[in-house]
Every structure is written in C-alpha cells, then in structure tokens.
C-alpha cells in the first residue's frame, strides 16, 4: 500500500471516496476535495472545497508533487432510452467526465512534478457488459475507458493511468436501488458471488492501483464486480 504520499481524491466524503480517504489518511497527506466535510472530521486530511457540477478547484492549497489523483463523483442514472433527454446525457457526461478532466488538468503539473504519480478512475461493468436502462451511464463511463487509455499513453513514464470497473457498490449513490430488503436480495442474486459489492473492497483496489505493488500496471481497466461482467451462472 502507498505510504508518505500526497494523494488528492475528488469527491471523498461519501461512499468509495470516503473509504478511501479511512485507508490513506493514517499513513499519507491526503487532500479530500468535496462539496461538504461532515463525514470527514474524525480523519487526519485536508479538506477543499469542491463542487462537481462547476469542477472548480483551488489548487493553492496543494502541494508542489502529487503522487496520486483518483475522481470519484459519478452518477447512476438509470432509465430507458427514450425517457432520456439530451440534457440528462449532458449532465451525467458533465459529471462523469469533465468534471474529470477539468479537476485533472488544474494538478497535471503537480503531478508530472513528483516524476512517478498515478491516477485512478471509475468506470461501470455496463462499458463492457451490455445492461438495459445503463444507456448514459454506459456512454460517459465509455468515455472514462477511453481516456484511460490514451493518458496512459501519453503521460507514459511519469504518471501511470487506470480505472476500476465496478458493478453495484452499496455506498449512497446507489441507494434508491437498495433501499428495500427485496431489492438488495435480488441484486445479490444478479451476482455469481452472490452479493454485491461494498466501497471499502472498491477503496482497497483504489489503493493498490495508486501504490508500488502496481507499478508495472497503467492504462488498464480493472474489473472488480462480483463476477457478473464475465460469468453466467
């Protein structure tokens, strides 16, 4: 696991991000960017604060070298395809990827600065994995893949980049789909490992991809989702 390193999370206050932050702050300089710090007093960090719709972010506070960078915010908007307005693959796009974009750009310099940083993203098992009403979540987290990809590519040696394609994590982005018993019984069934998935197991793949123990790994998309992407059981 990464250790003395100055990490930046985006959206690190809930879910995934939050458990992220539990695990790095006791042993690194962790800066948690988010629009509120309620759940985060109890930890060792820095707070920024940080709004994903605009994606603006003040940078001044931050150090010369970041070793890491993972974005968190993302949504899950889940309907049919003719119940989808333009402006809602807009809003999920804004969201998922330029918010992205724009909060990596204003550290890029910082983290070309540290000479050997990674960055870490959040994908979707439906990219790979065709599902019914994923449409837009699909086409943005599509986009993240991508992304992926060609900045590893580009930022090859220096920063390494990858992302984690989760399937249903209960965290509270994904609560109005876990919000009975039934529900969660039947997402559970959906899965060949019988459950889903739960953010610190989603966190502890964040950490490894941000650490040494991966350090020959860059422009892959990990797929951590129960066994659903690949299997039929």
């Known amino acids: 696991m990464i250790k003395d ?10 879910g995934i991000g939050l458990a992220l932050a539990e695990i790095l702050s006791p042993s690194n ?34 150090p010369e070298e970041l070793h890491g960078f993972v974005y968190c915010p993302g949504s899950i908007n889940l309907r049919p395809f003719k119940g ?25 310099s910082r983290l ?3 000479g050997n940083a990674s960055v870490v993203f959040f994908s979707t098992v439906a990219v790979q994995t065709g599902m019914p009403f994923h449409s837009s979540v699909a086409a943005s987290k599509g986009a993240i893949e991508g992304l ?5 590519a580009e930022f090859a040696p220096k920063i390494r980049v990858n992302a984690i394609a989760p399937s249903l ?9 876990l919000n009975k018993e039934s529900k ?20 502890q793949a964040a950490g490894f991809l941000l650490g040494p123990e991966s350090s020959w790994m860059t422009g892959r998309v990990l797929q951590l989702d129960g066994g659903i992407g690949n299997l039929k059981t």
């Open 5 to 14: 390193k100055n990490i930046l999370i985006i959206g690190g206050s809930s």
């Open 29 to 62: 300089s962790v800066f948690v960017a988010s629009r509120s710090n309620e759940n985060l007093s109890s930890l060792d960090l820095n707070h920024l604060p940080y709004d994903a719709t605009s994606a603006e972010l003040d940078t001044t506070v931050l």
């Open 84 to 108: 989808l307005s333009t402006e809602a693959f807009e809003k999920d796009f804004q969201i998922n990827v330029t918010g992205a974009i724009n909060s990596l750009k204003s550290v890029l």
């Open 112 to 114: 070309s600065a540290s």
């Open 148 to 152: 992926t990809r060609s900045l590893a």
């Open 169 to 177: 994590v209960n965290t509270p982005l994904a609560s109005k789909f």
């Open 184 to 203: 969660i019984e039947k997402a559970n069934e959906r899965h060949p490992l019988g459950r889903i998935g739960n953010a610190k197991e989603i966190a």
